[in-house]
């Protein structure tokens, strides 16, 4: 933006108010120019970046966000306009931020950029030596349900920043013992749960079969350390062969684990496992199928794997643009939600996770459905996830959704305002529930 200024004596002006003018267009001068530096405090443009980062002997912050998608607007809006969050950064890091897979409105190289470090969903964010080596990378945006809100949100991504100063010093030091050739065992746990963590699976591939052959076997590789099993769900994301590594191990662990534990580490697993095989099917038909043959396959080793299966395949049917697949998902959701309802009371981190997954499966019966059987179904579910878990305020949000959809004027306008009001109680921003907003006013025009 520019500002011609005109001549003051043409204006034949007193004195005082030349000043005050003058003074004015200072002010607003002074303010334009923060503007701009607030929105350009980071790089734009990736050569530049890495030249600045090898120039400075910086490492880089680079955030892969992409135009379409709204947690990277969350982002965008609340952390990287932080001024606590843009002062950490610029003390140790260069930041770039660039858009991929976004047509014209994509940063130049940003498509190769991504296709390298291998980002395969938005946001992403990576930890870069200027060399261009990774030492730490995080996705998505966590959902920030406890009072504090925005500030919440900035905390977190300020505490990536130190855990990447951390990380960065400690993958330094073990390269260096690695490169020299120390293979002992304790070194290697150590080393391959760093890589785990900082997402390097390229790097933690190297690592993982000289560990396993060192550890000797699967229960000291996998409970040589307390908590350590928890990292096979991490590592069967790496590639189909690992996937089928974990699942091959669950003889080898399943006396030594309680049931939950179990299930725990597996249930995922098998979503990662089938997952894959769902996407080479042609149409839903061979996707049952598929299920089916699955099912069979690891039901006596894994009792939970039909729920799993069923609810994914239900939860991917529902959002086809075949309406006729849409209406088979449908059907199926009855038999996933008769899978997934427990027999007895369960203990409280399988309550949240029950409430997670009945308000998913809702939210698709709200999103993809018609018919009113099934959007009753959905508020049975919705109920039942808040009675597991009362105060969040988005499993009110589909609730309302489900309401309105059915007709229901009164209660869809009670569980909205619920909804709004736990949003507010927990600092929650308001464009995250501004859809709530905007549902509640279509409630309003409902007949009584």
Known sequence: MFITLLPLATFALPNEVVFFVLMRLLIVCTLLSSITLAQTWYEQNISAAFTKAQKLKKPLWIMFSATWCGPCKIV???????????????????????????????????????????????????????????????????????????????????????????????????????????????????????????????????????????????????????????????????????????????????????????AAIYRDILRINFAHLYGTARDWDEALKIADSYIQKYRDKFPFVEQQVYSFLCQKGLYSPAPETKTKAASLAVKAIALQWPMEIPDATDRQELAETYNTLAWALYENVEDANKLWLGVILSKQALAYKPEAWYIWDTLGALYYKLGRKKESLEALDRAVQLARQSNIPEQEYASTLKLRKAVEGLPD
């Not at 940063?107 to 980002?119: G, W």
């Open 76 to 262: 965008e809006e609340h952390v990287l306009s932080n001024k606590a969050f843009q002062d950490t950064l610029l003390k140790d890091f260069i930041p770039l931020k660039v858009y991929a897979a976004s047509g014209e409105r994509t940063t130049p190289q940003a498509d190769s950029l991504a296709r390298l470090y291998q980002v395969d969903g938005f946001p992403t964010f990576l930890w870069v030596e200027p060399s261009g080596e990774v030492f730490y990378r995080h996705s998505g945006v966590p959902q920030v349900e406890t009072a504090g809100g925005e500030t919440s949100l900035v905390s977190i991504f300020i505490e990536n920043a130190q855990k990447a100063k951390t990380y960065r010093k400690e993958l330094a030091e073990f390269r260096r013992r690695f490169q020299r050739g120390e293979r002992s065992l304790d070194f290697l746990r150590k080393y391959l749960s760093l890589l785990i963590e900082t997402q390097l699976k390229d790097e933690g591939k190297k690592v993982l079969p000289l560990y396993l052959k060192t550890a000797g076997s699967a229960r000291i590789a996998w409970l040589g350390e307390p908590g350590y099993v928890f990292k096979l769900p991490a590592i069967a994301r790496w590639d189909k062969a690992w996937q089928e590594y974990a699942l091959h191990i669950a003889d080898t662990l399943r006396e030594d684990l309680s049931p939950t534990l179990y």
